[in-house]
């Protein structure tokens, strides 16, 4: 069946019934495994593997009513710090009858809106990228939630007004979920999107610990270079971070163009320092503590009225 191929080679007893198959050649087809049921109402044709799709495709062509959500939903997606944990998580009505497959775990709710769901070519319902990330703080850290925040607005799957919006209209005292999300979303950093994961861990860590003018991809025009955009910076005193975890930043190009780089910075009065990867990886605290100690060594030397005048880059 042709319809099965866009279906992650499941077929549902509809697409069976209108494809001219009567109830006894449905019955030998199971019978003889050429299909194999996945939930009631959905099978799956042997020669297709059993995938986390099939399953989600499954779901929903069974019950119009479900929708793959959580985990799931954000694993469909692409979001970042998802683990596999073998489920299917589905949002349905208090009164739903999502079925008892061992691996479908649902989350009833009468607060799911027609906006917050998506239609996709394969018959899969699945939860808006901004409806997502709000019900992911069910199962993930802040340091997560952040960080698939940040990956949304960097690859322009929601804004952040739509965060505010779709959260606020289910931040009921059921949902305390929902009062989180917006807790974390108002402590956002200004400025654009982090642009990786590490720049949404290293933006919040630095955050927490320096809580005034830190700004994400702060925009800079420099003579002798053009214009750049620092991954962190507080430009009230003219200081910015790099994160260099980027393979190209350790090749001999571009480390020099990353010299050339903060030369032409200097030349203008910023600081500008340098984390890598084995910074963040195997000493991070260590290094979060170390910016902390130049950001307020840079403060105290530009309010200073006598500043001690010294080179910004060796």
Not at 28 to 57: K, M, N, Q, W
Not at 154 to 182: C, M, N, V, Y
Not at 290 to 311: G, M, Y
């Amino acid at each position: 069946m042709n319809v099965a191929a866009t279906q992650h080679g499941v077929v549902s007893l509809t697409n069976l019934q209108d494809a001219g198959f009567s109830a006894d050649q449905i019955a030998r087809l199971v019978s003889t495994a050429t299909i194999r049921r996945v939930v009631d109402g959905a099978y799956r044709f042997a020669s297709h593997p059993e995938t986390e799709l099939g399953r989600c495709s499954a779901v929903c062509l069974s019950r119009p009513g479900l929708t793959i959500a959580g985990p799931t939903a954000a694993r469909l997606w692409g979001f970042r710090r998802v683990g596999k944990d073998q489920s299917i998580h589905i949002i349905c009505r208090p009164k739903a009858q999502p079925g008892r497959a061992p691996w479908l775990v649902p989350y009833r709710t009468a607060r799911l809106d027609d906006g917050d769901v998506v239609g996709r070519a394969d018959g899969i319902r699945v939860t808006t990228p901004a409806r997502t990330v709000i019900d992911m703080t069910r199962f993930a850290s802040d340091i997560a939630i952040i960080s698939m925040i940040e990956q949304g607005l960097d690859k322009h799957w929601f804004r952040e007004s739509d965060l505010q919006e779709t959260a606020a209209a289910i931040a009921t005292p059921g949902r305390p979920f929902a009062k989180r999300f917006l807790t974390l979303l108002s402590n956002r950093i200004g400025g654009g999107a982090a642009g990786s994961d590490w720049e949404s861990i290293v933006g919040g860590a630095l955050g927490a610990r320096v809580t005034v003018g830190l700004v994400r991809q702060h925009a800079l025009s420099v003579g002798g270079y053009g214009n750049l955009r620092f991954d962190l910076a507080i430009p009230n005193i003219k200081w910015a971070l790099e994160i260099d975890v980027h393979p190209s930043h350790y090749t001999r190009e571009g480390a020099a163009k990353d010299k050339f780089r903060d030369r032409c910075c200097a030349e203008v009065g910023w600081l500008v320092q340098r984390v890598g990867e084995p910074d963040l990886q195997h000493r991070f605290e260590a290094t979060m503590d170390s910016l902390e100690r130049q950001i307020r060594k840079r403060r105290a030397t530009l309010t200073s009225p006598h500043p001690v005048q010294h080179p910004d880059v060796a």
